[in-house]
């Protein structure tokens, strides 16, 4: 797998990570989704410089311009609910893309620290030699990324996958590297070192979905 750490060089990315991270600035949830937002917009862009590009002949007022331009048949899927903000900052970079949502969350059998990853809702577009990039902003264990590939099966082979994530720990990093093919990239922002004994990313930011959109009702 090929793996794009955006921290490894600085750039502005730095400042949008600080302020998702910060627990005096990440209450604030429209300034958190938009954070993820340009995240996305910044890993998106750095992504399109390995995509595929053709020529083509542009028509100005003055004369003609000759320009590379995307070629990529795009599929953009995210994962319910967290996913909607990198998924917005993505599909402004990737404007003409197709969509593709699903919904997959921790199932706790009789409230332990294990988990299953359960997906319920799913609506995509033929991935058929297309290129897929599925995203989810929190890398923890993995499960749900594997999850969803798993789940996208039925609607084609893609002709090539770019995970994309904004925070990620080394654990979810190796087990998607065991079960997507060396050819896929993972993009994201940056990487923690551990996860705790409940499977979230440490020091991470908390809980993606509940600082974008408010807390599930706990059943």
């Not at 320009?67 to 609910?81: A, G, P, Y």
């Not at 699903?102 to 033929?126: G, K, M, Q, W």
């Not at 969803?148 to 904004?166: N, Y």
């Amino acid at each position: 797998m090929h793996i794009h750490n955006l921290s490894q060089q600085n750039s502005v990315l730095n400042t949008f990570v600080s302020e998702i991270r910060s627990v005096s600035i990440q209450t604030d949830r429209m300034r958190f989704r938009r954070n993820i937002e340009r995240i996305g917009e910044v890993l998106g862009y750095e992504m399109s410089k390995v995509l595929d590009y053709k020529s083509t002949s542009i028509k100005t007022p003055l004369g003609t311009s000759s320009i590379d331009v995307l070629e990529n048949d795009i599929v953009l899927c995210s994962i319910l609910r967290a996913g909607i903000p990198l998924h917005y900052g993505l599909l402004n970079v990737f404007d003409t893309a197709e969509n593709a949502f699903i919904s997959a969350y921790r199932h706790h059998n009789d409230h332990s620290e294990s988990f299953e990853i359960i997906v319920e809702y799913l609506a995509c577009p033929s991935l058929e030699n297309k290129t897929l990039i599925l995203a989810d902003p929190m890398l923890a264990t993995g499960q749900s990324m594997v999850a969803t590939f798993e789940a996208l099966k039925p609607f084609g082979i893609p002709k090539d996958i770019h995970l994309v994530s904004v925070i990620g720990a080394h654990e979810g990093i190796n087990f998607v590297e065991n079960h997507f093919n060396a050819s896929t990239h993972l993009w994201i922002a940056t990487i923690d070192d551990k996860l705790n004994d409940k499977g979230y990313i440490v020091p991470g930011l908390g809980d993606a979905g509940d600082l974008a959109f408010g807390q599930k009702l706990q059943q």
